[in-house]
């Protein structure tokens, strides 16, 4: 059964580490991230864009596959369906999906937008027992066509948007989507243990996961990061074993190619990275 996230957060800031979110994009991806959860005893977050939702045929279906799934794997471990970065329309329609988290991504508008537009939702959320995630200061790079320059949150809009009683806060704090350039300056710690002040407890997510080097993975989790998004390194790992696969033409035997066998090695690569990913951010063992 699907579950907020809100007790798996809680438990992750009272033990000082991170639950990871993995964005899922099919149905042998969410089936690598299960099983690999299931296998570390590790609390997980199922993300989903609004674009995976169109190309996974709507949220219906995908609410649909992960109960499934959940069923028919045998997944004991505590598993949260997640909207990533949704408009406020997206996350009405998630709601009413099923999906047990919601990100609400307000921070291209004003604050008192954010605000206004974030207390709908934490009213709705409060009522159905789903965990409500909400954004200052926009996260650099580009994430379903929406570009963001990495521009680092102001703590006291963060407190803001903290005290409508939202379950986690997304703070912008130099991080990016997608692979980080060479002249990355860096997260911004200082805006991340004032953001820490100002809103004490609450559980804090960062973003952009891929590339961001351990010790700063560890800073952050030390300072209130309780969740960490990650996409982009599934997808590399993915992509190179699966074309790997194809261009060594394993699978030709007058028959063409078997999807199945051509996933499976991609399917491994992304169940390495989980793994990886869970035992950087300490979450093994914890559900």
């Not at 997510?205 to 993975?217: E, N, R, S, Y």
């Amino acid at each position: 059964m699907l579950v907020s996230a809100k007790e798996m957060l809680t438990k992750a800031i009272e033990g000082k580490y991170a639950v990871g979110q993995f964005n899922i994009n099919n149905l042998e991806w969410t089936k690598a991230i299960l099983q690999t959860a299931e296998e570390l005893k590790s609390p997980v977050i199922l993300g989903v864009s609004e674009g995976a939702g169109k190309y996974m045929c709507g949220y219906k279906t995908i609410v649909g596959m992960v109960n499934g799934m959940i069923e028919e794997l045998g997944i004991t471990v505590p598993v949260a369906l997640h909207l990533d970065h949704g408009t406020f329309e997206g996350a009405k329609a998630c709601i009413n999906a099923g999906f047990s988290s919601i990100m609400f991504d307000g921070s291209h508008y004003p604050i008192e937008e954010n605000i206004a537009k974030t207390t709908a939702l934490v009213n709705t959320c409060d009522v159905l027992g789903i965990s409500l995630e909400a954004e200052v200061g926009s996260i650099g790079g580009e994430e379903d066509g929406v570009i963001g320059a990495g521009e680092c949150a102001d703590p006291d809009e963060c407190k803001a948007i903290a005290d409508l009683g939202v379950t986690m806060l997304a703070a912008g704090i130099g991080n990016i989507h997608g692979k980080y350039p060479e002249n990355w300056a860096g997260l911004s710690f200082d805006t991340l243990a004032a953001v820490k002040d100002k809103v004490g407890d609450m559980p804090l997510v960062l973003h952009g996961g891929t590339g961001i080097p351990a010790d700063m993975i560890k800073k952050a989790i030390s300072l209130g990061v309780a969740k960490i998004n990650v996409n982009t390194e599934c997808q590399l790992a993915f992509a190179a074993e699966t074309r790997k696969y194809i261009e060594e033409g394993k699978d030709l035997q007058g028959k063409g190619f078997d999807p199945r066998k051509i996933l499976a090695p991609g399917v491994e690569a992304i169940k390495a990275t989980v793994k990886e990913k869970m035992e950087l951010f300490g979450s093994i063992g914890k559900a």
